[in-house]
């Protein structure tokens, strides 16, 4: 297994998660203060399965959220 690293001048390899990862850190970790690594886990699976996946509007997306989006898809 070979991990994978972005060259020099290709910075756009690992965008998306990046994005994702900065837009779960300001709207829900920053403003929350957990105890212990569950309550953190157990937070953050509750942010992307009820809000980020459910409700949030994606503008990739048309500006609508991921579920309504499969939904007019399918």
């Not at 957990?34 to 942010?47: C, E, G, I, K, P």
């Amino acid at each position: 297994m070979l991990c994978s690293m972005s060259r020099a001048g290709n910075c756009l390899d690992n965008a998306v998660a990046e994005s994702s990862f900065h837009t779960l850190k300001t709207e829900w970790v920053y403003h929350h203060r957990f105890h212990t690594r569950a309550q953190a886990r157990l937070f953050t699976f509750d942010y992307i399965e009820t809000f980020y996946n459910r409700a949030r509007l994606h503008s990739a997306l048309g500006y609508r959220s991921p579920h309504q989006y499969e939904n007019n898809v399918a």
